[in-house]
C-alpha cells in the first residue's frame, strides 16, 4: 500500500465527515460514483451477512434524496454531529479499487445542548479513481451497537 | 405472588371518564401504572410476540426474549416442539441464555451450573449429592419442584407468540377471524427469510408508540413522505378493522385505479403537491406483494405486536417497555424464500421507508418523545380522542381515532381485571 493511498484516502474521509458535521449536506452525494453502494447497518446483522441496511442506496441518485427528504420532507428535531475519525487501514489494493477500514465514533448535538454518543463504528469502504479524484465506489457504515436512539435522520 | 410487583409501588387508580375519549396523561407517567402493566397486561391472559419460527428452525434453536420486562427463553426440542418459558435460574436468579439466538442442547447458569433442558425442566444441580458426603442439597430437595416459569406457546403462520397466562384463549380465538386472515394475507403460504434485524430506542412511554402505530389519522399528516408520493392518503380506498377487544387493528389501503386527483389535501392545507421529486424514483417501484392491490396494511395485536406490509417493506415489530419513559422498538425485516432477486432487491430498496432512519417512519421514533416531553407536568389532564366519533368500531374512514380508543378499551379491561378478582 502506497503512503499516497493512504494520504489520499484520509483527506476524502476529512472532507467527508467535514460536509456532514459543517454542511453543505448536498455536497454529500459527490464524494460517491453514480453506482455507489452506500448501506448503514449493525456490527451484528453484518457478520450474519443480513443484506438491509438502515439506510440502503446503490445509486448516488439515491443519496441525493436522502438530503432533499431531509430538507424538505421529513420532520426531526435539530441536531448535529461531530464525527472524530481513526485512521484509515488500507486493507487492499486490487483491480476493484482500494479497500479500507475506518473507524468512526459520532458525537450528536441535540438541540437543547445535550452531547450524547451517538455511534460508533467503522467504515468498510472500497474506493475508485475518477478523474484523478478518489471516489467511493462503495461504504458500508457498520455501526457497533445495534441500537439506535430516537431516530437516523443526517447520515453517517 | 403475581401482586408482589404491584405491592412494592402503590397503585394509585386512574381517574378514567366513562367513554373511550379520554386518556389521562397519567397513565404514561406513572412508576405504579408500569409495574401494575407487568403484571396484569404482560404476565395476564394475553398473547406476546415472541419471535419468528423461522428463527428457531431446528432442534436445539432458541431465542432469547421478553415479555414486556420479563425475560423469556422460545427453544425448540428434539420433538420439534416449541417451549417458552422464564430466561431464569430457578437458583439464584441468574440469566440461563447470554445471546439472542442460537443453538444449544440445554442451558446452564454460568452462576452454580444449574442446568434445564430444552423445555426449560430442571435436570441438573451441581454437587448436589456434596462432595464427600459432606454439604449438598437437602435430601428434601425435589429438581421437578423448581424450574423457570413456563408458558404457553402459540404459533400463527410462522409468528410465535407466548403467554404466562393458562386463561388466554387459544390465538385464533385470541385475535379473531378478521385479524387472523389479515396475517395469513401478508405470511400464509410463503417461507419468510430475515433480512435485517435493527433495534430503535424510544424516549417516552411504550404505550405512545402503540397509539401511533394504530393512529390511521397521523399517517399522512405528519409523515409527508407518503402523502408527497402518494403512497397513502387518507382519501384513498381502505379503511379500519378494529376487533371486538378492540386490542388488534388493521389499517389498510389500496390502489384506487378510478379515483379522481383529490382535493381533501389542498383544501386542508396540508402539504401534498410539493416540487420535490425523487431523483431516483425506483425507490417506490414495486409488485403486486400477495396479488391484491392492497399496497399498505399495518396490523397490530395487543398489546405490544406490529406487522408492516407498507409496498413491498414487510417487516415485523416488537415494542417492549423498558422504563416508564423509555422504549425497545425492534424491527425485523423479511423477506421471502419465494423472492426472485429482483423483489429482494425492491424490499431492500424499500426497507428505506421504514426503521430508524425510514423515510415515513423516522418520525415515529421522535413524535412519541415529543408527547412524554409535552405532558411533563401534566399529569391531571387527559388526551382527546374524538376524531371519528367515540366509539372503537371499523370503519371505512381513516380519518378516525377508532382503533386508538380500541386500544385503551383492552387496555382499561386489562388493568381493572385483576382488581375485580
Same mark, same amino acid.
Given at each position: 500500500?502506497?503512503?499516497?493511498?493512504?494520504? %489520499?484516502?484520509?483527506?476524502?474521509?476529512?472532507?467527508?465527515?467535514?460536509?456532514?458535521?459543517?454542511?453543505?449536506?448536498?455536497?454529500?452525494?459527490? /464524494?460517491?460514483?453514480?453506482?455507489?453502494?452506500?448501506?448503514?447497518?449493525?456490527?451484528?446483522?453484518?457478520?450474519?451477512?443480513?443484506?438491509?441496511?438502515?439506510?440502503?442506496?446503490?445509486?448516488?441518485?439515491?443519496?441525493?434524496?436522502?438530503?432533499?427528504?431531509?430538507?424538505?420532507?421529513?420532520?426531526?428535531?435539530?441536531?448535529?454531529?461531530?464525527?472524530?475519525?481513526?485512521?484509515?487501514?488500507?486493507?487492499?489494493?486490487?483491480?476493484?479499487?482500494?479497500?479500507?477500514?475506518?473507524?468512526?465514533?459520532?458525537?450528536?448535538?441535540?438541540?437543547?445542548?445535550?452531547?450524547?454518543? /451517538?455511534?460508533?463504528?467503522?467504515?468498510?469502504?472500497?474506493?475508485?479513481?475518477?478523474?484523478?479524484?478518489? =471516489?467511493?465506489?462503495?461504504?458500508?457504515?457498520?455501526?457497533?451497537?445495534?441500537?439506535?436512539?430516537?431516530?437516523? $435522520?443526517?447520515?453517517? | 405472588?403475581?401482586?408482589?410487583?404491584?405491592?412494592?409501588?402503590?397503585?394509585?387508580?386512574?381517574?378514567?371518564?366513562?367513554?373511550? !375519549? %379520554?386518556?389521562?396523561?397519567?397513565?404514561?407517567?406513572?412508576?405504579?401504572?408500569?409495574?401494575?402493566?407487568?403484571?396484569?397486561? /404482560?404476565?395476564?391472559?394475553?398473547?406476546?410476540?415472541?419471535?419468528?419460527?423461522?428463527?428457531?428452525?431446528?432442534?436445539?434453536?432458541?431465542?432469547?426474549?421478553?415479555?414486556?420486562? !420479563?425475560?423469556?427463553?422460545?427453544?425448540?426440542?428434539?420433538?420439534?416442539?416449541?417451549?417458552?418459558?422464564?430466561?431464569?435460574?430457578?437458583?439464584?436468579?441468574?440469566?440461563? $441464555?447470554?445471546?439472542?439466538?442460537?443453538?444449544?442442547?440445554?442451558?446452564?447458569?454460568?452462576?452454580?451450573?444449574?442446568?434445564?433442558?430444552?423445555?426449560?425442566?430442571?435436570?441438573?444441580?451441581?454437587?448436589?449429592?456434596?462432595? =464427600?458426603?459432606?454439604?449438598?442439597?437437602?435430601?428434601?430437595?425435589?429438581?421437578?419442584?423448581?424450574?423457570? *416459569?413456563?408458558?404457553?406457546?402459540?404459533?400463527?403462520?410462522?409468528?410465535?407468540?407466548?403467554?404466562?397466562?393458562?386463561?388466554?384463549?387459544?390465538?385464533?380465538?385470541?385475535?379473531?377471524?378478521?385479524?387472523?386472515? %389479515?396475517?395469513?394475507?401478508?405470511?400464509?403460504?410463503?417461507?419468510?427469510?430475515?433480512?435485517? *434485524?435493527?433495534?430503535?430506542?424510544?424516549?417516552?412511554?411504550? =404505550?405512545?408508540?402503540?397509539?401511533?402505530?394504530?393512529?390511521?389519522?397521523?399517517?399522512?399528516?405528519?409523515?409527508?413522505?407518503?402523502?408527497?408520493?402518494?403512497?397513502?392518503?387518507?382519501?384513498? %380506498?381502505?379503511?379500519?378493522?378494529?376487533?371486538?377487544?378492540?386490542?388488534?387493528?388493521?389499517?389498510?389501503?389500496?390502489?384506487?385505479?378510478?379515483?379522481? =386527483?383529490?382535493?381533501?389535501?389542498?383544501?386542508?392545507?396540508?402539504?401534498?403537491?410539493?416540487?420535490?421529486?425523487?431523483?431516483?424514483?425506483?425507490?417506490?417501484?414495486?409488485?403486486?406483494?400477495?396479488?391484491?392491490?392492497?399496497?399498505?396494511?399495518?396490523?397490530?395485536?395487543?398489546?405490544? /405486536?406490529?406487522?408492516?406490509?407498507?409496498?413491498?417493506?414487510?417487516?415485523?415489530?416488537?415494542?417492549?417497555?423498558?422504563?416508564?419513559?423509555?422504549?425497545?422498538?425492534?424491527?425485523?425485516?423479511?423477506?421471502?424464500?419465494?423472492?426472485?432477486?429482483?423483489?429482494?432487491?425492491?424490499?431492500?430498496?424499500?426497507?428505506?421507508?421504514?426503521?430508524?432512519?425510514?423515510?415515513?417512519?423516522?418520525?415515529?421514533?421522535?413524535?412519541?418523545?415529543?408527547?412524554?416531553?409535552?405532558?411533563?407536568?401534566?399529569?391531571?389532564?387527559?388526551?382527546?380522542?374524538?376524531?371519528?366519533?367515540?366509539? $372503537?368500531?371499523?370503519?371505512?374512514?381513516?380519518?378516525?381515532?377508532?382503533?386508538?380508543?380500541?386500544?385503551?378499551?383492552?387496555? *382499561?379491561?386489562?388493568?381493572?381485571?385483576?382488581?375485580?378478582?
Amino acid at each position: 500500500m502506497s503512503v499516497n493511498d493512504f494520504h %489520499r484516502i484520509g483527506r476524502v474521509q476529512a472532507d467527508y465527515s467535514r460536509c456532514i458535521d459543517e454542511g453543505p449536506l448536498e455536497q454529500w452525494p459527490d /464524494f460517491f460514483v453514480e453506482n455507489c453502494m452506500y448501506r448503514i447497518t449493525t456490527a451484528q446483522n453484518y457478520s450474519e451477512g443480513l443484506p438491509a441496511g438502515l439506510v440502503w442506496a446503490n445509486t448516488r441518485r439515491m443519496l441525493v434524496d436522502r438530503v432533499s427528504a431531509l430538507r424538505e420532507a421529513n420532520i426531526y428535531e435539530q441536531h448535529t454531529y461531530r464525527h472524530i475519525l481513526g485512521q484509515p487501514s488500507v486493507l487492499e489494493e486490487n483491480g476493484d479499487g482500494i479497500h479500507a477500514e475506518t473507524s468512526f465514533l459520532v458525537v450528536r448535538v441535540m438541540r437543547d445542548g445535550q452531547s450524547d454518543i /451517538f455511534a460508533s463504528g467503522r467504515y468498510v469502504d472500497r474506493y475508485v479513481d475518477v478523474d484523478d479524484q478518489l =471516489k467511493i465506489a462503495e461504504r458500508v457504515v457498520v455501526c457497533d451497537s445495534t441500537n439506535i436512539d430516537t431516530l437516523l $435522520a443526517l447520515p453517517l | 405472588m403475581e401482586s408482589s410487583v404491584v405491592d412494592t409501588v402503590r397503585e394509585t387508580p386512574v381517574d378514567w371518564t366513562d367513554d373511550l !375519549t %379520554r386518556v389521562p396523561y397519567r397513565v404514561f407517567q406513572g412508576e405504579d401504572v408500569y409495574a401494575a402493566e407487568q403484571t396484569k397486561l /404482560f404476565h395476564g391472559p394475553y398473547w406476546s410476540y415472541l419471535c419468528l419460527e423461522a428463527e428457531v428452525a431446528g432442534p436445539g434453536d432458541y431465542c432469547s426474549t421478553f415479555v414486556g420486562e !420479563t425475560p423469556v427463553i422460545v427453544a425448540r426440542d428434539r420433538d420439534g416442539e416449541l417451549y417458552g418459558f422464564e430466561n431464569r435460574c430457578a437458583h439464584r436468579g441468574a440469566l440461563l $441464555a447470554l445471546d439472542d439466538r442460537g443453538n444449544t442442547k440445554d442451558f446452564t447458569c454460568v452462576y452454580h451450573a444449574w442446568s434445564y433442558n430444552l423445555q426449560g425442566d430442571l435436570t441438573g444441580v451441581a454437587f448436589q449429592d456434596g462432595v =464427600k458426603g459432606k454439604g449438598g442439597m437437602p435430601d428434601s430437595f425435589c429438581m421437578e419442584d423448581h424450574g423457570p *416459569r413456563k408458558m404457553r406457546i402459540a404459533v400463527l403462520h410462522g409468528l410465535v407468540f407466548g403467554s404466562f397466562s393458562d386463561d388466554v384463549p387459544d390465538i385464533e380465538d385470541y385475535l379473531g377471524e378478521e385479524i387472523t386472515s %389479515r396475517i395469513a394475507r401478508v405470511l400464509a403460504g410463503r417461507t419468510p427469510e430475515i433480512i435485517g *434485524r435493527f433495534t430503535q430506542i424510544l424516549p417516552n412511554n411504550w =404505550k405512545l408508540y402503540v397509539e401511533n402505530v394504530k393512529d390511521s389519522y397521523h399517517a399522512s399528516i405528519l409523515h409527508l413522505f407518503f402523502t408527497t408520493f402518494e403512497l397513502n392518503r387518507l382519501s384513498q %380506498r381502505g379503511g379500519i378493522i378494529v376487533d371486538e377487544s378492540g386490542g388488534h387493528h388493521v389499517s389498510y389501503s389500496a390502489i384506487d385505479r378510478d379515483a379522481e =386527483k383529490d382535493v381533501a389535501y389542498s383544501d386542508q392545507n396540508i402539504r401534498s403537491e410539493s416540487a420535490y421529486k425523487l431523483a431516483d424514483p425506483t425507490l417506490l417501484e414495486g409488485f403486486s406483494e400477495v396479488g391484491d392491490d392492497t399496497t399498505l396494511q399495518i396490523l397490530s395485536v395487543f398489546p405490544g /405486536f406490529v406487522l408492516q406490509q407498507i409496498q413491498n417493506s414487510v417487516a415485523v415489530r416488537q415494542i417492549l417497555p423498558t422504563g416508564v419513559e423509555r422504549t425497545r422498538l425492534n424491527w425485523t425485516y423479511l423477506g421471502f424464500e419465494e423472492d426472485t432477486p429482483e423483489q429482494r432487491e425492491v424490499r431492500l430498496k424499500q426497507a428505506n421507508l421504514v426503521g430508524p432512519a425510514g423515510y415515513i417512519s423516522m418520525e415515529d421514533g421522535c413524535v412519541g418523545g415529543f408527547v412524554q416531553r409535552g405532558i411533563a407536568g401534566a399529569a391531571s389532564q387527559s388526551a382527546v380522542l374524538e376524531m371519528g366519533g367515540s366509539l $372503537a368500531e371499523s370503519s371505512e374512514s381513516r380519518v378516525t381515532e377508532a382503533s386508538v380508543r380500541g386500544f385503551w378499551k383492552a387496555y *382499561r379491561a386489562a388493568m381493572n381485571r385483576q382488581e375485580e378478582a
